[in-house]
């Protein structure tokens, strides 16, 4: 029996839609209050978790007003993003914390509790990152530059102005990447220096790569590929716009109006 929950957020994302996170700005720094807590700029699954970077900090989500901060330096927490054990973050230093502003690049591997710079300090805000095992791609909010690492984070490629809503790197292949560009689903295998375009009859709207399979959406449904964009197959239809998605192997989660829904199958299937 799939194993799906289905988490009303209630007023949280009333305003979600605005949210620079998962905007087709992702320089923009609003975001939705809830629970108390003001500016949250997105949604990320991280093992088995589901968390919030807000404006106060790095919050688990477990249901409708039920947000618990994570124990660590509390700061405004952008360009949320995960590659197996390690958390990646930028954004703007809190009350206590010893970071430069902007944060530059910082990472943690005990799931937000501490962390450690990598670059970038005082250089830096990353309202758009993107991680995988060979290729770390960030959008700096002060100059709307797409910025390219291949070394984990520790030296950075500027790759010019930034065009793409969403970008997914493959973690089986370096240097390859998808993104989105205008709707149109592009791929690349030299970190954007060239692109193509995967040609579809959809506009997409949200992406993610996991292992050899890009998961995309366009509009109430979400589309699955084996394949490197050759083929679609339609792997579920939600009951109303998709606004973001993000998976691991742990857990899927499509966020859907005012209603967050996860899944512990790989997203294969949405019940509400």
């Known amino acids: 029996m799939r194993i799906i929950k289905r988490l009303a957020l209630a007023s949280l994302l009333i305003g979600f839609l605005l949210v620079g996170y998962f905007s087709l700005n992702p320089t ?21 978790e589901i968390l919030m970077p807000t404006h106060e900090g790095l919050y688990k989500y477990s249901a409708a007003n039920s947000m618990t901060l994570v124990k660590g330096p509390v700061f405004d927490v952008m360009g949320l993003a995960g590659f197996e054990e390690t958390l990646y973050a930028s954004g703007h230093p809190g009350v206590g914390t010893k970071f430069l502003n902007p944060i530059g690049l910082i990472k943690s591997t005990d799931g937000g509790s501490t962390w450690q710079q990598i670059s970038l300090a005082g250089q830096v805000d990353f ?9 770390i791609y960030g959008v700096d909010a002060g100059t709307g530059l797409l910025m390219h690492s291949d070394n984990q984070g520790i030296s950075w490629q500027n790759l010019g102005e930034n065009k793409f809503s969403d970008i997914a790197p493959v973690s089986t292949k370096k240097s390859n990447a998808y993104a989105l560009l205008s709707g149109t689903l592009v791929q690349t295998e030299n970190s954007f220096k060239t692109s193509s375009p995967i040609k579809s009859d959809q506009k997409w ?14 509009g109430k449904d979400i589309f699955q590929s084996t394949n490197e964009g050759k083929s679609w197959t339609k792997v579920a239809t939600l009951p109303q716009k998709i606004s973001s998605i ?3 192997s742990q857990i899927f989660v499509a966020v859907v109006g005012n209603t967050i829904y996860s899944s512990t199958n790989g997203g294969k299937t949405f019940n509400s």
Not at 29 to 34: E, I, K, L, P, R
Not at 127 to 135: A, I, S
Not at 205 to 218: D, K, Q, Y
């Open 28 to 48: 923009n720094s609003d975001g939705a209050s809830f629970d108390s807590v003001t500016h949250i700029h997105g949604v990320k699954v991280f093992d088995k």
């Open 127 to 135: 309202h758009l990152l993107e991680v995988g095992k060979f290729d």
């Open 205 to 218: 709207e949200s992406l993610e790569v996991l292992g050899n399979s890009i998961f995309t959406t366009s």
């Open 246 to 248: 993000s998976v691991n």
